[in-house]
């Protein structure tokens, strides 16, 4: 597997995650009638922040994918950093579903994509800082 198959792989892992999580809150404004906000359900207020919060981290998650494969990361680099954000945007929709939006994926998940933000921060500025220019 390439090094931009890889990333493909969890671009369009992601992309399945959005679309269940987009289908929750879709499905949650049909059985509770609402058009436009929350209309004070906490279900879908959770629901709709779950999505949010998964629109606000991929691109940056999935723009790193991009970036250190074009820097010639390891490919095993690659899915690390892949897999730990795809399971933490799982984690934390899993723990947003619960009773109060409190469960424990919450917390996990959201640690697991501060830390794939890190990791992909720092891989890139040593592959930045050693890439030997010809």
């Keep these: 597997m390439t090094t931009f198959q890889i990333v493909a792989l969890y ?3 992601n992309s399945i995650l959005v679309c269940v999580l987009m289908l929750r809150v879709g499905s949650q404004r049909l059985g509770k009638k609402v058009s436009l906000g929350d209309g004070g359900d906490a279900d ?5 922040r779950a999505h949010g919060n998964f629109i606000e981290t ?3 998650a999935l723009i790193g ?28 929709a899993q ?20 830390l794939t933000f890190l990791g992909q921060a720092f891989y890139l500025l040593f592959l930045i800082f050693t890439f030997a220019s010809v």
Excluded at 75 to 87: E, M, N, S, T, Y
Excluded at 95 to 114: P, S, V, Y
């Design 11 to 13: 671009v369009a892992l």
């Design 44 to 48: 879908l207020f959770a629901r709709i």
């Design 58 to 60: 991929a691109p940056l």
């Design 65 to 92: 994918l991009f970036a250190l494969a074009m820097m010639g990361a390891h490919p095993i680099a690659l899915h690390v950093f892949g897999a730990a954000f795809f399971i933490g945007r799982l984690l934390h």
């Design 95 to 114: 723990g947003m579903a619960t009773k109060g939006g409190n469960g424990t994926g919450r917390g996990l998940g959201a640690m697991l994509t501060l």
